[in-house]
């Protein structure tokens, strides 16, 4: 019989309560794996999510956490290791943007986005990787951005945030790769979900004008790339950024 690539893995996602990060709980879930989530709030979206995965016949747990807190991340993992027993794949995926040119950004706009979406990965990182190493294994997964490797105008706070989890991924995948833990980064392109959808039309036309394959990604496009690195299909890659972009970049 036919078994899922993830039968009897633990994923842990931030930031999944919507958007690029419930479709990659649902595609994780769908390949076997259990589902350990954060969000923010438990509302309506986080509600939905929990029942949406455990429909697919998996155990589902959420957690109301704030991804940029310290304490508010160790004490999530611990519950969440205490809930599961183990955890072998972490995707940090919770971000915002706060978007602005340099001339006219606040100081708060800039703190904002590098404590969510930089500081974040870091709380979660260095509350899992002990668990890892201990199982001798594990692949994490950093949502990063084409914007990381390539800046934007408008966005120095969100592009410098998605360059800093690319310089994490890559130095955590040299820090643990002898205890078995893989680390990699997705930079996604022109993705549409609420975050995009936030944007003015013309902008939305703007970027799909630049990208050769003449739409925008969807949630599950980066969904499949997060399969791909978080399953054994990828275990002789680690340190590395896939851009997938429809070809922008
Ligand atoms: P989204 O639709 O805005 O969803 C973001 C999710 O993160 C929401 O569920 C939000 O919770 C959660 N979140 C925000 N701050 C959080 C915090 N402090 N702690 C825990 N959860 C938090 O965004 P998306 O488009 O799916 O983006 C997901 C990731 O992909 C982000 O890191 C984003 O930067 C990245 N990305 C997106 C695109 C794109 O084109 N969409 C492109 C490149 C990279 P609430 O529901 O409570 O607000």
Not at 31 to 59: C, M, P, Q, W, Y
Not at 208 to 235: C, H, M, Q, W
Request: hydrophobic content about 45%; charged content about 20%.
């Amino acid at each position: 019989m036919a078994t899922g690539l993830l039968e009897g893995k633990v994923a842990l996602i931030t930031g999944a309560a919507r958007g690029i990060g419930k479709a990659i709980a649902l595609k994780l879930a769908s390949e076997g794996a259990s589902i350990a989530f954060t969000d923010l709030k438990e509302d309506d979206n986080f509600r939905n999510t929990v029942a949406e995965i455990g429909a697919l016949g998996v155990k589902c747990r959420g957690y109301a956490s704030d991804a940029s807190d310290y304490e508010q991340s160790h004490n999530t993992v611990e519950r969440i290791h205490k809930d599961f027993g183990r955890i072998d794949i972490l995707v940090n995926n919770a971000g915002i943007t706060r978007d602005g040119l340099m001339m006219r950004m606040s100081e708060l706009q800039w703190d904002s986005v590098i404590t969510v979406n930089l500081k974040s990965a870091f709380n979660f990182t260095h509350a899992v990787v002990p668990v890892m190493a201990r199982q001798r294994g594990g692949s994490i997964i950093n949502i990063s951005s084409v914007v990381g490797v390539n800046g934007n105008a408008g966005q120095c706070n969100y592009s410098a945030s998605k360059a800093g989890l690319i310089g994490l991924a890559k130095s955590i995948a040299k820090e643990m790769g002898s205890r078995g833990i893989r680390a990699n980064a997705i930079a996604p392109g022109f993705i549409v979900t609420d975050m995009t959808n936030a944007l003015p039309q013309e902008v939305r036309d703007e970027w799909n004008k630049k990208i050769p394959l003449r739409r925008g990604g969807t949630p599950e496009d980066i969904a499949n790339v997060a399969l791909f690195l978080a399953s054994d299909l990828s275990s002789y890659v680690t340190a590395q950024v896939i851009v997938c972009d429809g070809g922008m970049l």
